[in-house]
């Protein structure tokens, strides 16, 4: 392989060297270009598809040889220099369709759609240009973003926006935190601990979406693609194999996204003004007081209170007399105190216009989600500018230049059980009241302080915390082009990406519990982060393109790439500012300051080479090669590249091939079958996500009290290189009953070698693991994305839609022992011949109706000092797998896979009129959640308030029930992390359902009016007992699948006006 | 092609120097730094990186703290557990550890010994480059070098045979080399670091002038630091060269000879008797004139033998300690001994044995009291019922109240080498050396006690031992003439601890190793030399029972049914040793 790659390369280099040949050569080729009218005669006629009558004004071309008008009729003639020309019809309101000559015999009769309506004539953005999806032999998506994006959920970023409409991506709302973003991936995942994200190029450039902090609010993470307005984005490719072009960051596939082509010569302003609803999510339903007060009394008697000291309890007294009577006898649903119904609003105005020479695209936005607490928030003010000018005949510059401001209002979430708001909300005891009351009885404006469990008063925490995020992003470019001719362009972008973001928080000491630090107590505590990317990218290519006689073409890119990045966060910390007033670090106790954070900085440069080769207009053939350079390799890799210089260079390619079965003499006449194409594709690229500095040898520092020194940090790795994931593709695009029906199938197989693990090594090493390229695995499904139309006449339409995408995973070799690693209160395992990422647990069976039936079984728990502590009536019956009798962590096994089965979505859109319906579902289906929310609402151990399902608890011997006995502490580990938590977590779920109305008008200066009314998330079908069974905490694949307790996503509502002038 | 290359030659060598110059320059490109760490050619270029170097093993060192007494006094007899202990503990303190507890893994020392072996590596190195001078090259090779042979002994006391790993982990290759190195005897290992360490050029102290011995956060650092010839003592006496060990002991105890300063000179490391009047020093002693009154002891932090675990690095300090690395509460690593042993504010997970109570209890202090104030008053407290193990909790607990000051307040030491152990380990190599007699005058009351005659004023002639280096002990101090000979001030560590003298027995030899053995627990508990003597004296005697009987003692008076055989265990050398993990996931 290796070797075969080096020869690619090799040969790359001599083709450039034969194109600087080639260029002298350049005009006497070219004169056949020079419109040629002696060809073959060509007939036919152009339908409107929709209503069979014929069109004109239609325009039909050869390229390069010829062109023609359809007639009132929609009968055309044209010559064609052969029976293998491709036409291309294209008409003002129609997609641009290619058709191939099939005789001279007959007539072609061709139908046209609607602008975007198939998607084998899309224009794909590949990494070597623009290419139709006709003849593109890889297997990309284009999804265009005219159609839904004006009425689009304020509440929906890009990532969420793709989420079901293509098959194969994979999209995963993180939480309903406005902003959150989503955790993509395309075709599943390839490495364990590089990153699974696809890489993103919007306008030529990459787009970095890592989240540089630490991330000093708890459980928020950043997501710089959720930023991109949606309404600024024009199409989308998803490219999902032969991403080769980008080298060793092209492994987990490509999303091109364009914003706003400067495409307009007359003024066309967009302005858009959007107001809506986000509602409230459904209550968990939790204990109420009296019911609290029952199970808490049960709880503390198991930790051995007696009866007199529980009588003595402030909660259990109700004797009005004795000052705290009504402290501890109020009614609160302190969820209702948490969320809220609020609104959300996105003004939005695109200016499009300009003249031969300077063309522009400008637009600003603004848009404030409020999400469905009091305190959280997004307001973001986005302006872009896309200009194309043509300084010359042959120069051309565009810049695509967009600035994004976002203020968010956070507060942590999840597993912070002292500050969550959420957590806070479901566990604080319902008899306790969110002000503070006196011994009369009159309640006081003050917040009540912490209560007598030791447990926060979340009101405090939305009133007096503070939680902002302040990020902002610059994200340009400027693209030269330089024409020598026709066939030949020189094309140089030149980016920049600065990010900056600004976290601050405070949490006050009044109302929310201490924590303890190592050296004092800490009662109010603040923090300040910031994070900085610096990045500049740039990329030159030189594009070729060449014809030789009727039959072969040629077009070939050479490039080079390179980014050089430069990061950094610094963080600080203060405790213990002199009162609640103070919020900022620098008041914190001098003592007790923390400060932090860490400098990146990486280096990456990419040669590549893309050859096209068509024949006759029905094989196509598409080779690509890259060599890679990053500061991240090492220095003496071994295997796989080669070396120039001290440093070393990846080599990676992919050949892809398409046949067009329907343009060949057998299917040519088919009345069925309209479009068949077969595609294959087979490619290696890389993952070069293997940290900046792993490869070196490290000192960190190491202090002897006060004094810092430095000690070893890892066993550096010289040898370490990318992850080299090879790419296997085969896929169908088929167009029947006169195009109505448009089926793509693909079967793929991903398979990752030297992928990056942490190999254990001896421990005479010193070291835990050395960082090696020595694990692998495989990854392969099918994506099947099918759409038809099933009615159209001229005043109604139905059109349906089908996505469906599926997976499998296998670790094929891991060195050493299984990988077993934690998440949010869950265990999974990664073991070689199974999936990457199972949750491993116990497994159990009920609970112990007596405590008889528990000692005939005879098994017991471990405890902290070694005693075996017996299973009694009432405690949860786990399987003993190893037959030890003892319950402890060689008892557990695999009790789920938080991987999809199968994921997919529905569409319709059904048009009557100037009205237009459409809906999306999307679903999910076989994928496993550890409701971790539910473990926290019943695991019956504290003095957290729990949910309705613990009124079912055990508490007489005898008694049949599947919920365990309350005990203090849960010493036999009763909650421990097992099957009880791990919950199917399918689900149905109407996305979006759109009503827009194009209003017709009649005033001169307004050219539309269109009025929407969207709702997403309106219904979700699901068993998950959680608040919503889609999120993600973590971008690693280790923690997928675990609930924390974030923000539930929402069903938001909005209406929205289109003003076209 | 011929003529292409000759019109285009000029191209050609254009386009070569062009390929050459973006050859270069994408290597510079992508030879990138890093930022917040650094790697190794960023470190190692002057003596001040090899000062960050040596600090910075050393802070690694002192995470090996807890485990160092765990190991050493667990699984001997002085120390027992608790009801809070784990496991792993309990299994340590029976002599079941198998290889999943964490004790059976050496991976804590050899991150030290890496980190020791990239230091010498690179010292090397920078020699070679002259980076620093010979000078600096040898007091800084010596130190580390030392370090790494004190770990190896360790490993060899614990897990019997380990590799003997000198070269530092570089890469992959390295990783796979260590996992097939040979493991040597202890037998062998002895002789491989008697041969390294006596190979060092430089054995003393870093001088007062070093770059390394400063004050830190209120602590000086030239205590922090190895000391070399108390290692080659060491070692020597595991090797049985007894005269060889008394030599290099031998040179520690006379530190202070050249000193201009005389309390300096009389006092350091002499194991000073006691003065009784004012009662500033650091034996165990009364009010005067209140010997009979047990409440007249003195027991502060300030003051008398529980000073030596209490008080500050100050003059008298310096006079005992040799090694000790201080925990501050501002700093990492915590304090982890307040967790081992105190039951306020830390987890309890070990308290003294009952046959270490039962040792202390049978001695007799020299005013009649029957038990060795060292036990139950100082090295040891019954606090809420619990027999709490005390040494390392003095800068912890409310001297009165007995109560954490604060919790957050964990300063604390870690105890590694004072002159009690000096004399007493001297003591051990003079007594197989044919010197029993200036072995029972350390170990009692002192050198001029045992020479002196009674009733002669003129001193000129006794009170000394009239041997050659390294028994040459002159104590002489008389009037008329007058003498204050250094070893003058010396009391003898039973002496300083105010018991009666320890009575010779049959064999004299034999007895007096018992002696100084029994003393060193009584003297040294909890300090992580217990198991080690046992060891030590098992080997030389070819005896494992002096070894089993003493463990079996301990379970037994813990009322451990495994007790005996326990002790049948213990009766094969091979089971004396930990497992030895070599892979954490077996």
Known sequence: MLKKLQLTCFLGLLFCVALHGGLYAQETVDSTAVQNKEGIDVKGYIKDAATGEGISGINITVENFSAAISNEDGSFSIKVPNLNTLLSISGQGYQTKVVPVTSTN??????????HYSQFYELAQLPSGEKLQYSNPKAASVVDFGATQWGNPINESVGDFLQGKVAGLNSVRKSGVPGAGAYLNIRGFNSLYATNKPLLIVDGMIYDDEDYGSGILQYNASSPLAMLEVKDIEDVTILKDGSSLYGTKGANGVIIITTTRPDELTTKIDFTMYGGMNQKPEQLPVLRAGQYRTYLTQLVASRGDSQSQIAAQPWVSDSRANGEYFTYNNITNWQDKIFRTTTNQNYYLRIKGGDDIAKYGLSVGYLNNEGVTSYSSMERYSTRLNASLRLTEKLSVDANLSFIHNTENLRDQGLAYKTSPFYLALTKSPFLAVNAIDAAGDVSPNLADVDIFGVSNPVALLENGIGVNKNYRFFGNLHFQYVFNPNFSLNSILGLTLNKERETFFIPDFGVADIVLPTAIGNNRSGSEVQRLYSIYTDTWLNYSKQLGNKNFFDFRLGFRSQSNDSESDLGLGYNSATDDFTSVGSGSNLLRFVGGSLGEWNWINGYLNADYNYLNKYYLTFNAAVDGSSRFGNSIKQGGFALGDSYYSALGSISGAWIVSSEDFLRNSEVINFLKLRASYGVSGNDDIGNYTAQQLYVSQNLLGVQGLVRDNIGNPELKWETVSKLNMGVDLSLLKDRLNVSFDVYQN????????????????????????????????????NSRLIKTSDFGLDVGLNLSRYVNEVTSLPGEPIISEFGGATYITHEGQDANLFYGFKTNGVYATTAEANAEGLSRPLGNGNLLPFEGGDIRFEDLNGDKIIDDRDRSVIGNPNPDLTGSFNAKLNYKRLSLSALFYFSVGNDLYNGVRYNLERMSGYEN??????NRWVAEGQQTNIPRATWGDPLGNASFSDRWIEDGSYLRLKTLMLSYDIPTQLQYIKAIEVYATANNLLTFTNYLGYDPEFSATSSIFGQGADLGLMPQFTTMQLGLRLGL | MKTFILTNKKKLVLAGLALALSVSSCQEYLDVEPQDKLNSDQFYRDVFDADAAIIGTYGKFMQLAEKYVLLNELRADLMATTRNSDPEMI??????????????????????????????????IMLADKKFSQTEYNQRYADIGALRSWLYLQLGIHYGSVPYITEPIENLDDVKETAIYPRITFEELIDELVAFTEGLSYTSPYGADSSLVINVDGYNTAKFFINKECLLGDLHLWDNNYTQAAIHYKNVMETGTMSGNDSERFDTYRVKFAEVATNNDLAVGYLRFREQDRLALIDNNTQGWRSIFARDRDVLWNTEWIWSLPFDSNFAPKNPFINLFSNQGGDYLVKPSQRAIDLWEDQTQRNGFPYDARGKRFSYNVIGGDEVIMKYLYKFLDPVTQTPIDLFQTDGEWFLYRAAKLHLRYAEAANRDNQSRIADALLNFGIQSEYTVPGVTDKTDIEQTFEPFPYNFDARAGDFPRFRADWHRNGGIRGRAYVERAEVLGDSVISIENNLIEEAALELAYEGNRWGDLVRIAIRRNDPSFLADRIYEKLNAEGNAQAGSVRTKLMVRENWYLPFVWNEEE
């Not at chain 2, 002599?95 to 090397?124: G, M, W």
């Open chain 1, 946 to 951: 729990q949910s309705i399902a613990v009124l």
């Open chain 1, 751 to 786: 398979n990752t070698e030297d992928m990056i693990t942490y190999e254990s090594t001896t421990t005479t090493t010193g070291f835990d693991y050395i960082v090696t390229n020595s694990g692998s695995m495989q990854t392969q499904g099918y994506d099947l994305s099918l």
């Open chain 1, 106 to 115: 007959t007539e072609l009769e061709i139908l046209l759609f609607e602008a």
């Open chain 2, 91 to 124: 299994a340590l303190s029976e002599h079941s550890v198998t290889a999943d507890n964490r004790f059976a893994n050496p991976k804590d020392f050899y991150e030290v010994i890496q980190n020791c072996n990239d230091n010498l590596k690179n010292f090397d």
